[in-house]
């Protein structure tokens, strides 16, 4: 295979390689399945170092456009352009209403309905957050070399940051989303829930006017209620958060802060463009606002997203947080921030008196998935699976919902996002689905105040329970339209 090099470009030439084979994989000039050529022929035939070529494969890997078989070589992945018959052209666009309040509190009854529903059986579960359980098999093999490992660190309390191996891995990942940290900036926190709850904390005081997208995730509106901030919803378009009402209310509210889920948000699955990012970033400099990126879901995504907007931050404005809870396991409790600059210290403070430090096995035990390639492995299996199943419901959504209804097409993730007609009883059809098994969660949760009438619908489900219960919703619909 020959590549075509600029050795004097000031694009490195692992990215030159990268870019060049993602263009090919994206076009379907590489179909899926299809070998990549070996990392010492490549090297050779277009006489660049082998580790050149390892640093540009791990960055497709970690892309999800290629996997690797272990004693075989690299393979292209399934990738979106598989999904033929399908319109992923999305109808989404709601109309533009800032929403303004005092923060919204139904978090904890979501998410309480949502732990109990999952322990009930044959219950269908569209308004879960989290991905379908499969790794149990290889849970056993890396939870025992990671107690082996570290089993003198339970014998003692750890700094409040976290574990310098765990911390250097997840530089090295975010070293491939394109965010150049240093382990130093990096605070291990439990989950990403905590992440938030310090940042806020920390970031805001009483009556602080604080940035959301709407609708947003609502366990941050909760956050932001308990704290007493003044929070103003600027709508989402099919783009991303408004631009132009962002730069209204910064210039009229002086906000302290912008909190943003910038890649496969939640709840819509909506990703920003790199542009979309650096305006953002922008008008948080000229406003002097602070951002909170929350970039949760990332490690789902089904095609190359953009460096995150922390990449973009020269003047340390952005904190940025992340979390193993959506690709690996809720329950191990492990997230992170990034923190650079005047901040860090005061946050690591911060987390010391919260709860002194996140758990060394559930530290131990992450640290050894990444280290031992079966995270990134496990990623991409996730990815195929969760890719099959986005397009089965949206295959499903065209067959089974009116054309009054306007869907979100995410580019990976967990869910996407319905706009129903305003005057559709949203809870009616919620409680009447549950009859059939069929869990829907209204979207009312994901406002401030009174939205649109919308659901959040996980797509990672069973391909029978995404057509069967697709058909019970689009039927209920139907009937009170
Ligand atoms: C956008 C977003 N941020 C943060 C969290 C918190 O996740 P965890 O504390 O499990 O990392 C969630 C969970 O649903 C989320 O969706």
Redesign the pocket.
Known sequence: MNIPLDRHSSTPIYLQIRNHLSRLIQFGKMPSGQKLPSIRALSTSIQVNKLTVIEAYSLLEADGLIHARQGSGYFVNRTITAASGLTLHSTFAPSQEVIISQGEGSFFEQYTASIQARRQRNIIEFSS??PSISISENLQRVTKRALAKTKDTFFREDFPQGQLLLRQLIAQMLIQQGLEVSTEDIIIT???????SLAMQYYLRKDDWVIVETPT?H??LGILKNLQAKVIGIPMTVEGMNLDLLEQYLKTHRPKLIYT?STL??PTGITTSQAHRQALIKLAQQYECLILE?N??EGLKFQPVPPPIKAFDRQNLVTY??????TLM?GL???YMVVTGEHHQPLVKEKLLNDLHVSTLSQAIVSEFLASGYYRRHLNHLRINNLQSRNLMLQALESYFPDAIAWTIPKGGLFLWTHLPNHLPIQEICSQALSHNVLIASGAAFFLGLGYPAMRLNFCQRPEDIEYGIKIIGGLIKKYL
């Open positions: 957050g989290f439990t989950g990403s829930q905590q992440a938030l995730y366990g941050a889920i948000h939640n929350d949760a879901y947080i992340s979390t193993f809870s959506k809720p409790r492990v997230g």
